[in-house]
């Protein structure tokens, strides 16, 4: 049977990732993305490095690297890595080139990308999906992953038999929606670690940095609760127990929370390179989707609503905040 053949929608660090993989394992893999970056891979090729693992470099001859979305024309399976301000160009931009029966599959933060897609695609399978682990360039044509971790799909035998063979870890859940509301408390601490400047073990390692994270999530939780919405259990500890985690001391969340620490040394929020590399971020898909669902309930979300404005400020005029700074901030807004 032929390997199924691979486009990605937005090959920027998650997209290169996932997509060099499986490129890695024999793949046709399309990487579509910003001119700038599909030049870098005409050139250098890709990198894949963990600090788990060995590196793997594909050359250049071994990448079909391409501007536009005509790319994923004949792709039997259309991973969409784009960020969630991007997700319905995306559908517009795939609706007519598409082959028939092609599978649509969101790599994508944030809470609604999935029923953008489907919306947009109804003659096609979308498919939510979710990388829990931090990715990002830390070099021309290089990409890093931080830190272990599962892949979460719904259900294609296809699809995770791929990724499985590409040396990736990938579980199947039928609970995506409720994956996504945990995945998105853990993203709230993206925010925090762009505005902190440090690298996501020295910042969690900091407990005011652990102590706004908190703040946010308790917001989340109440607005979840409001909602009806029962994240699912993603780590050693369920959702409703992370706050109190994150304002233990530090050496005891040292000893508590050891797995939450083993991060590669200089991992980052892909917020932080956001805001680094001069882009537009996320946080309205973040933090932002809290402060909506909280109104959207009769309900604030003070904590949320002011790392958006911050987050904003920092896109025009990037700053850092120490931790006890910007825990007197989040705190004086509620």
Known sequence: MPKPRFAVLGAGSIGCHLGGHLAAAGHDVAFIGRPAAMDVLRERGLTLSASFRP??????????????????????YVLVT????????????????LAPGAVVVSFQNGLRNTAVLRAALPGHTVLAGMVPY????????????????????EPDDLLGAAFRAA??????????????HAKLLMNLNNAINA?????????????????????CQREALAVYRAAGVVPA????????????????SDPLFRRVAAATLRIDAHARSSMWEDLR???PTEIDSLQGEIVALAAAHGRTAPANARLVALVHE????????????????????G
């Open 277 to 279: 590399r001069g882009r």
């Open 195 to 215: 505005l902190s400047g440090l690298p996501l073990r020295e910042q969690l390692g900091r407990r005011a940095y652990r102590r706004c994270l908190a703040l």
């Open 233 to 248: 259990r993603l780590g050693p500890a369920a959702p409703g127990v992370t706050p109190y985690v994150l304002g233990l």
């Open 167 to 180: 040396g990736l870890a990938i579980e199947a859940r039928t609970d995506m929606s409720e994956v996504q």
């Open 82 to 97: 784009v960020k969630s301000a991007g997700t319905e160009a995306a559908a517009r931009d795939l609706a007519p080139r």
């Open 134 to 153: 931090n990715v990002v360039r830390s070099g021309p044509g290089t990409v890093h992953q931080g830190m272990p971790g599962r892949l979460m799909t």
């Open 55 to 76: 590196s793997v470099h594909l050359a250049p001859d071994r990448l079909t690297a391409a501007d536009g979305p005509e790319a994923a024309a004949g792709a039997d």
């Open 314 to 333: 920092a896109e025009a005029a990037p700053r850092t905040w120490s931790g006890p700074e910007l825990y007197a901030e989040l705190r004086a807004a």
